[in-house]
DNA sequence: GCGGTGTTGTACCGTGCGGTACATGAGCGG
DNA sequence: CCGCTCATGTACCGCACGGTACAACACCGC
């Protein structure tokens, strides 16, 4: 056995050091056209070495949409840690990380990857099915604020939320006009009939929030 | 003169069927992967015309960027059209258009062509400054209703629908979960205070509206 | 000190890429 | 009928790609 490393998911050190820097370097440079070498270069290695950790390219990429998936999960973590108090002010805390320009690298690969994920590509495949669903239980519990709204209609706006803030966040990573999508996201939040605030229009949604800098 | 025709955009017939065809090609197969060998057996002749007639795989690209944008132009003059009459008839009508599944091809285009803009990929550059500007003025238009809203307000809600049709877009291409997207669009036409209908949520935004099927 | 096991470097392979050279037609004005 | 331009086909170039072969090295248990 001389080439490759096992197929699966044996996650050594230093692949996991690896993943990390890439998942970075991903983010600043695009998936599209990025080759093993220039990969291997920004990282400090041979393309020898990705192949040996992952497999192939498509096993480093399907990786990175895996560590993706992972730091959603981090941020789905906080919001609901989050989301303990009152419902509007984790709506306004959680947008306000979601639109720290710091995040804007790892946002923005991740609408590359849902991107990639809906033309089929197989590597993104493992974006599609929690990417909507998942944020949905906790997202719907905030909105229930505890039983005042039907379930149904709390449901329904925890995905309207999702698809908002991902929307918004579309446009500030376009246009980078911060302060009319803060408007906008103010708009929504205040939106809602219920009493005391507001029930969290750009809550949670978007991103691969814990975002790494630097890498290994 | 051999090899490549003008740099700029002759627009020749054969070259404006060739660009149709090959915009309704990437849209069914990706732009990720696609070689121009590859793309020009999809479409019945070979590289050497691509080059021929685009000068390069970046611009055949950048056309099929700029084709897009302009179907784009084309579904804003369907919004405002329909907009003359009432607010939430204009929105629910054109949210209708939006999630008719004929349209996925040319929206799951737009999606990565969006996330290729957002990495800096040069040909997709061109996607950039109109993605949202373009639909502004009409939506908040639409949003002011004969002046009864303030234009500040007007403004950011417009931006807020704009948003949250291509969030939701997003959702319905991902999840196809139509009956849950549908609930979450009316959950945001319903959310508007104002008197007759709902302003028009889901109104206007995302997609490369005009689709065009199979191609030359 | 030796044998393994995990890791890395160097060198290479075949393939398909984007792009170019050049010849060949089709259609038309003169 | 010539000559010109537009269009297209065939063949090729050099290159970078993903992936592999193989040898060497480090480290550790014994």
Redesign the interface.
């Given at each position: 056995m001389s080439g490759t490393r096992q197929p699966g998911t044996p996650s050594s050190p230093a692949r996991d050091r690896l993943l990390a820097a890439a998942y970075d370097l991903l983010a600043e440079?695009?998936?599209?056209?990025a080759s093993l070498r220039e990969l291997a270069a920004g990282l400090g290695t041979s393309h020898r070495m990705l192949i040996y950790h992952f497999g192939s390219r498509e096993g480093l990429l399907a990786q990175v949409v895996e560590l993706a998936e992972e730091r959603q999960r981090e941020a789905f973590a906080d919001l609901t840690g989050a989301a303990g108090g009152r419902t509007d002010q984790a709506a306004r805390a959680f947008w306000q990380r979601l639109a720290d320009p710091s995040l804007a690298p790892a946002e923005?690969?991740f609408?590359?990857?849902?991107?990639?994920?809906?033309?089929?590509?197989p590597w993104a495949a493992g974006m599609?099915p929690g990417?909507?669903?998942r944020w949905l239980p906790p997202l719907t519990e905030l909105f229930a604020e505890g039983g005042a709204v039907p379930p149904?209609?709390a449901?329904?706006?925890a995905?309207?939320a999702?698809?908002?803030?991902?929307?918004?966040l579309?446009?500030l990573?376009?246009?980078g006009d911060r302060a009319?999508?803060e408007?906008?996201?103010?708009?929504?939040m205040g939106?809602?009939?219920h009493g005391g605030g507001e029930p969290g229009g750009s809550t949670s949604?978007a991103g691969p929030a814990a975002g790494s800098r630097s890498g290994a």
């Open positions: 440079r695009g998936v599209g056209e923005r690969l609408f590359e990857l849902y991107g990639q994920a809906l033309q089929g590509r599609l990417v909507v669903e149904p209609v449901a329904a706006r995905r309207l999702l698809a908002t803030a991902r929307g918004l579309l446009d990573l376009a246009t009319a999508v408007a906008a996201a103010e708009q929504f939106l809602f009939p949604p």
